[in-house]
């Protein structure tokens, strides 16, 4: 079973970037298709972005698509979610997320959530 632990959220301005990372650890991370997540306030859980196994094939929601990148690195068990030209309607409790299956319906395990702020 594999645990997941995001970091790197905070306030940022308008127009600035963050990177968020999602630790895993308590399985094989290459096993695990991973995905970003993010949930504002009074507003349904929203995709962001998924990775594949390794990394070969890269999938995002509209809203982020051309502003977000999202990648990992197999030799640390890391993902990360790189987010350029950001605005206030990025603002929301950002969740990484990991299941065996590629872009799954559901997944079965999730990461406790960094808090990405953007003022205007």
């Known amino acids: 079973q594999v645990q997941l632990v995001e970091s790197g959220g905070g306030l940022v301005q308008a127009g600035g970037s963050l990177r968020l990372s999602c630790a895993a650890s308590g399985g094989t991370f290459s096993n695990y298709a991973m995905a970003w997540f993010r949930q504002a306030p009074g507003k349904e859980r929203e995709f962001v972005a998924a990775?594949?196994?390794?990394?070969?094939?890269?999938y995002y929601g509209e809203s982020v698509k051309g502003r977000f990148t999202i990648s990992r690195d197999n030799t640390k068990n890391t993902m990360y979610l790189q987010m350029n030209s950001l605005n206030p309607e990025d603002t929301a409790v950002y969740y990484c997320?990991?299941?065996?299956?590629?872009?799954?319906?559901?997944?079965?395990?999730w990461g406790q959530g960094t808090q990405v702020t953007v003022s205007s």
């Open positions: 990775i594949s196994w390794a990394g070969g094939s890269r």
């Open positions: 997320a990991a299941d065996r299956t590629y872009r799954a319906n559901v997944y079965n395990y």
